[in-house]
């Protein structure tokens, strides 16, 4: 019996509490107990950070908030374009170690490139000496005996010795702006200018180099029986006549502070302690004596080492009983340094250290502790986004400091017994273990509220978590005090977020596309802001498969999918339709390409025309495939005695992708072609067809970074498993633009380079380019942005208020958390003219 009741009861218990979770309105009690509603956002997440630390972690979740905490040296703008953020001024100067052309002296090869160059040109040094590169197998493949080998090694390796300069590049800072110095073209200039090749002939360099050898060597009766030898070694050797390393120097703003805690001890007995001018962490102690005992204990400090004790001057907060915070450090280039050397390392244990092994060297000044360069080990353009990455604190993560943590949690030297030379509390205590993952300290405009006293996490898991503005912000502080992200279980994220968000008690709500509709009607409640992501969609041809080498066959079937049905039934309207392979929001995509297109059919068969998007034409579809040598019989395309015949696969679901696949198949048929169409696991989808490469016809979208090097994507030699170039698309030109475009540090210039490689792609078909997507972000019209219009006599900011619909929002790339800052929520809904949405 008890199992027939059971059978009854859990399904009543379990609709109760769905019903309860989806229909959970939280109120203000329940969301704060801030003092009122109009001083904080209040937004939504589906599911519970768990690392702050933005090198270590991995889930969308922590980064969602981590945002808020750190910053970089440069920023993606509204536009999407880089500029200087912690960093004043950057200047991307270039360094070029050049060969001296043989039969060339030094002075008049400095003279060449002075004139070359003018004022691009910063200084040039003398470099060291340069060796022909000899392989020491290629020795014992070419020595007879065992005494040949150790001659011609000495000859091959002593001669000839090159002279190289070092030529440095420079560019005048200017704030708000990155500034390029870099000459990728030093090498083809140059021999323009001499006309001549920096290096001659290997064979002839090698002659060179056995008649300059010392006539004392010469007498050798055994000299002459090696010079082919020699020769032969130095001609499947060589050196590099140019190396590139680019270098950003960056000078940080002044003022720059870190904001550590939160704090619940008493302000005046807790102590940053300070061990040879680094910071070793924080320690509550009654005294500044006790504070310096017990670290110097812990660190096992000899009698030479300088010890000292510091509270924190500045703070905000409740300092009776907390959670208070302090005024860390001032940045300066040693948090940088010490940034990236640790992201190098492998102890650390950073997922995006592959980013940044390019980095050589992070010199830092003594005579302006703002000052720093980074110096990469090749011209690689794109490389300048890595330092948009956040900056990490020096005097949290210095190994002194990292070392107290690690003694502190029985993670020590004696703890784990030990040698002190041997000891390296990296590999003892993981970087993701430490403090910081939970409490870390901040540069950013917030920091976390503890919602659980002092006991970590600091936020609610399952529940919320509250961010408070950073009274210490550098930069210009946010206009409300808190924001509160709800956690919703992901099961039911979407739908107990909309409920909370109709009710008033969250303030930002992310539509779905059968929403956006419902919601623009309803505007005088709320803005209906649509973003498009860097996200697009598309159906993608094998260009390597028979059937679909020929261009024409391609263009017949983009030209056979109606792609305006499948925006307004498919997705709602909800997407923008692209011409080419890229992202509409970011500036690599060429909006102003045209198609140019020669009609073989109807009215206008003969005529070439520009267009915009591929038109929908059945019939030029047939006249395009019957021109490439297909004929029809029975209602069927054949081509030398075979039907055309395509194995299309996809995905399992019901989703968009599948929606338009089916539009496609039903489309194709209707032109005589077979379409074997299936659909499979995701998994098996991706394995078994897309990375084999077995497939004619697959539909799939892009999503990805805001760089504009895509060679994964496009270039020849990426093909699985180099790449994801699964279409086995193939075109020289773009291959070297490709190449050549990651070596430009010119913006305008990547722009127009980057608007070449689309044309030259969009003009090969290799995919029916569908459409970006929106993400479209409904907001409350109790929300306002507050605009800065000028300054008041004392040269203070003037704020005014404006709506989110303004057209300075509305015409930038970046997403709405670009201007969350800058949002204020106001008791009643404002009215606004049609003034102010444009001034």
């Given at each position: 019996?008890?199992?027939?009741?059971?059978l009854?009861?859990?399904p009543?218990?379990?609709?109760v509490?769905?019903?309860?979770?989806?229909?959970?309105?939280?109120?203000?009690?329940?969301?704060?107990?801030?003092?009122s509603?109009?001083?904080r956002?209040?937004?939504?997440?589906?599911?519970?950070?768990e690392?702050?630390?933005?090198?270590?972690?991995?889930?969308?979740?922590?980064s969602t908030?981590?945002?808020?905490?750190?910053?970089?040296l440069?920023?993606?703008?509204?536009?999407?374009e880089?500029?200087?953020?912690l960093?004043?001024?950057?200047?991307?100067?270039?360094?070029?170690?050049?060969?001296?052309?043989t039969?060339?002296?030094?002075?008049?090869?400095?003279a060449?490139?002075?004139?070359?160059?003018g004022?691009?040109?910063?200084?040039?040094?003398t470099?060291d000496?340069l060796?022909?590169?000899?392989?020491?197998?290629?020795?014992?493949?070419?020595?007879?005996?065992?005494?040949?080998?150790?001659?011609?090694a000495?000859?091959a390796?002593?001669?000839?010795?090159?002279?190289?300069?070092?030529?440095?590049?420079?560019?005048?800072?200017?704030?708000?702006?990155i500034?390029?110095?870099?000459?990728?073209?030093f090498?083809?200039?140059?021999?323009?200018?001499?006309?001549?090749?920096?290096?001659?002939e290997?064979?002839?360099?090698?002659?060179?180099?056995?008649?300059?050898?010392?006539?004392?060597l010469?007498?050798?009766?055994?000299?002459?029986?090696?010079?082919d030898e020699?020769?032969e070694?130095?001609?499947?050797?060589?050196?590099?006549?140019?190396?590139?390393?680019?270098?950003?120097?960056?000078?940080l703003?002044?003022?720059?502070y870190?904001t550590?805690?939160?704090f619940?001890?008493?302000?005046?007995?807790?102590?940053?302690?300070?061990v040879?001018g680094?910071?070793?962490?924080?320690?509550?102690?009654?005294?500044k004596?006790?504070?310096?005992?017990t670290v110097?204990?812990?660190?096992?400090l000899?009698?030479?080492?300088?010890v000292?004790?510091?509270?924190y001057?500045?703070?905000?907060?409740d300092?009776?009983?907390?959670?208070?915070?302090?005024?860390?450090?001032?940045?300066?280039?040693?948090?940088?340094?010490?940034?990236?050397?640790?992201?190098?390392?492998a102890?650390?244990?950073s997922?995006?250290?592959?980013s940044?092994?390019?980095?050589l060297?992070?010199?830092?000044?003594?005579?302006?502790?703002y000052?720093?360069?980074?110096?990469?080990?090749?011209?690689?353009?794109?490389?300048?986004a890595?330092?948009?990455?956040?900056?990490?604190?020096?005097?949290?993560?210095?190994?002194?400091?990292?070392?107290?943590?690690a003694?502190?949690?029985?993670?020590g030297?004696?703890?784990?017994?030990?040698?002190?030379?041997?000891?390296?509390?990296?590999?003892h205590?993981?970087?993701?273990?430490r403090?910081?993952a939970?409490?870390?300290?901040?540069?950013?405009?917030?920091?976390l509220?503890?919602l659980?006293g002092?006991?970590?996490?600091?936020?609610?898991?399952?529940l919320r978590?509250?961010?408070r503005r950073?009274?210490f912000?550098?930069n210009?502080?946010?206009?409300?005090?808190?924001?509160?992200?709800?956690?919703?279980?992901p099961?039911?994220?979407?739908?107990?977020?909309?409920?909370?968000?109709?009710?008033?008690?969250?303030?930002?709500?992310?539509?779905?596309?059968?929403q956006?509709?419902?919601y623009?009607?309803?505007?005088?409640k709320?803005?209906?802001?649509?973003?498009?992501?860097?996200?697009?969609?598309?159906?993608?041809?094998?260009?390597?498969?028979?059937v679909l080498?020929?261009?024409?066959?391609?263009?017949?079937l983009s030209m056979?999918?109606?792609?305006?049905?499948?925006?307004?039934?498919?997705?709602?309207?909800?997407?923008q339709?692209?011409?080419g392979?890229?992202?509409?929001?970011?500036?690599?995509?060429?909006?102003e390409?045209?198609?140019?297109h020669?009609?073989?059919?109807?009215?206008?068969?003969?005529q070439?025309?520009?267009?915009?998007?591929?038109?929908?034409?059945?019939?030029?579809?047939k006249?395009?495939?019957i021109?490439?040598?297909?004929t029809?019989?029975?209602?069927?395309?054949?081509?030398?005695?075979?039907?055309?015949?395509l194995?299309?696969?996809?995905?399992?679901?019901?989703?968009?992708?599948q929606?338009?696949?089916v539009?496609?198949?039903?489309?194709?048929?209707?032109?005589?072609?077979?379409?074997?169409?299936?659909?499979?696991?995701?998994?098996?989808?991706?394995?078994?067809?897309?990375?084999a490469r077995n497939f004619?016809?697959?539909v799939?979208?892009?999503s990805?970074?805001?760089?504009?090097?895509?060679?994964?994507?496009w270039?020849t030699?990426?093909?699985?498993?180099?790449?994801?170039?699964?279409?086995?698309?193939?075109n020289?030109?773009?291959?070297?633009?490709m190449d050549?475009?990651?070596?430009?540090?010119?913006?305008?210039?990547?722009?127009?380079m980057?608007?070449?490689?689309?044309d030259?792609i969009?003009?090969?078909?290799p995919?029916?380019?569908?459409?970006s997507?929106?993400?479209?972000?409904?907001?409350?019209?109790?929300?306002?942005?507050?605009?800065?219009?000028?300054?008041?006599?004392?040269?203070?900011?003037i704020?005014?208020?404006?709506p989110l619909d303004?057209e300075?929002?509305?015409?930038?790339?970046a997403?709405?958390?670009?201007?969350?800052?800058?949002?204020i929520r106001?008791?009643?809904?404002?009215?606004?003219?049609?003034?102010?949405?444009?001034?």
């Amino acid at each position: 019996m008890w199992i027939k009741r059971s059978l009854v009861i859990v399904p009543i218990l379990l609709f109760v509490f769905l019903i309860q979770s989806v229909f959970w309105v939280p109120g203000t009690a329940s969301v704060a107990n801030n003092d009122s509603r109009q001083n904080r956002i209040i937004l939504y997440m589906s599911g519970n950070p768990e690392d702050m630390n933005p090198w270590t972690s991995t889930k969308t979740t922590d980064s969602t908030i981590s945002d808020y905490f750190f910053e970089g040296l440069i920023r993606y703008n509204r536009m999407y374009e880089l500029e200087p953020w912690l960093a004043e001024t950057v200047v991307v100067k270039h360094e070029v170690t050049s060969v001296v052309p043989t039969g060339m002296s030094e002075a008049d090869y400095r003279a060449a490139i002075a004139a070359e160059f003018g004022d691009l040109l910063g200084e040039i040094k003398t470099g060291d000496e340069l060796a022909w590169k000899i392989e020491e197998e290629e020795f014992k493949k070419q020595a007879g005996e065992a005494g040949a080998l150790s001659f011609i090694a000495k000859l091959a390796g002593d001669h000839p010795k090159l002279t190289t300069l070092r030529v440095a590049f420079t560019g005048k800072p200017v704030k708000g702006e990155i500034v390029s110095a870099v000459q990728p073209d030093f090498k083809a200039r140059m021999e323009r200018r001499l006309g001549r090749e920096l290096l001659p002939e290997v064979a002839t360099a090698a002659q060179g180099a056995w008649d300059a050898m010392d006539a004392e060597l010469k007498k050798d009766r055994k000299f002459e029986a090696y010079k082919d030898e020699f020769t032969e070694l130095v001609q499947q050797g060589g050196v590099t006549d140019v190396v590139h390393n680019p270098v950003v120097d960056c000078v940080l703003h002044k003022g720059v502070y870190w904001t550590d805690g939160p704090f619940f001890s008493d302000p005046d007995k807790t102590w940053i302690v300070i061990v040879d001018g680094d910071e070793a962490g924080n320690i509550v102690a009654d005294t500044k004596a006790e504070a310096i005992s017990t670290v110097s204990e812990r660190l096992e400090l000899g009698k030479d080492a300088k010890v000292d004790a510091i509270t924190y001057e500045k703070r905000f907060g409740d300092e009776e009983e907390g959670p208070w915070w302090g005024r860390g450090p001032e940045l300066g280039a040693r948090d940088v340094k010490l940034n990236f050397n640790h992201l190098k390392d492998a102890a650390y244990g950073s997922p995006r250290r592959s980013s940044y092994l390019s980095i050589l060297d992070i010199r830092t000044f003594e005579d302006n502790r703002y000052r720093c360069e980074i110096v990469f080990d090749e011209l690689y353009s794109p490389a300048l986004a890595d330092l948009t990455g956040s900056i990490l604190p020096y005097h949290v993560w210095n190994l002194k400091a990292w070392e107290h943590e690690a003694v502190r949690r029985g993670l020590g030297r004696q703890d784990l017994e030990i040698e002190r030379a041997k000891y390296n509390p990296m590999r003892h205590l993981r970087s993701r273990d430490r403090d910081f993952a939970l409490a870390p300290s901040y540069l950013g405009a917030m920091v976390l509220e503890p919602l659980n006293g002092d006991s970590r996490p600091y936020w609610e898991n399952n529940l919320r978590v509250r961010l408070r503005r950073n009274e210490f912000y550098w930069n210009r502080k946010p206009e409300y005090e808190f924001v509160d992200w709800f956690v919703f279980d992901p099961a039911l994220g979407s739908e107990t977020s909309e409920v909370v968000f109709l009710g008033g008690g969250m303030d930002i709500y992310s539509a779905k596309d059968y929403q956006v509709q419902r919601y623009e009607a309803m505007e005088d409640k709320y803005y209906v802001i649509k973003r498009q992501p860097t996200q697009y969609e598309y159906i993608g041809f094998n260009n390597g498969r028979d059937v679909l080498k020929d261009k024409r066959v391609r263009l017949a079937l983009s030209m056979a999918i109606n792609v305006d049905d499948i925006l307004k039934y498919v997705v709602f309207e909800q997407g923008q339709r692209i011409s080419g392979p890229g992202y509409p929001v970011l500036p690599w995509y060429n909006a102003e390409y045209r198609i140019e297109h020669t009609w073989r059919s109807g009215e206008k068969k003969g005529q070439t025309e520009k267009l915009e998007f591929l038109p929908f034409d059945m019939e030029e579809a047939k006249a395009l495939l019957i021109e490439a040598g297909y004929t029809e019989q029975g209602g069927k395309l054949f081509k030398d005695g075979k039907p055309l015949k395509l194995q299309f696969v996809n995905t399992t679901g019901q989703g968009a992708r599948q929606k338009s696949a089916v539009l496609a198949k039903e489309r194709w048929e209707q032109l005589g072609i077979e379409v074997d169409y299936k659909t499979y696991e995701w998994n098996d989808y991706i394995q078994r067809f897309i990375m084999a490469r077995n497939f004619d016809v697959c539909v799939l979208g892009w999503s990805g970074g805001l760089d504009f090097d895509k060679r994964q994507l496009w270039g020849t030699e990426f093909t699985p498993p180099n790449g994801l170039n699964f279409v086995n698309y193939s075109n020289p030109e773009v291959d070297k633009l490709m190449d050549d475009i990651l070596l430009e540090y010119d913006y305008d210039k990547q722009v127009e380079m980057s608007n070449k490689i689309f044309d030259t792609i969009a003009s090969d078909f290799p995919y029916i380019f569908l459409y970006s997507p929106y993400s479209t972000t409904i907001a409350d019209r109790h929300l306002v942005w507050r605009m800065e219009v000028g300054k008041d006599a004392k040269g203070n900011p003037i704020y005014e208020d404006r709506p989110l619909d303004h057209e300075y929002i509305k015409n930038s790339r970046a997403s709405w958390r670009f201007f969350e800052p800058d949002l204020i929520r106001r008791e009643e809904i404002p009215e606004f003219t049609d003034e102010q949405k444009t001034r």
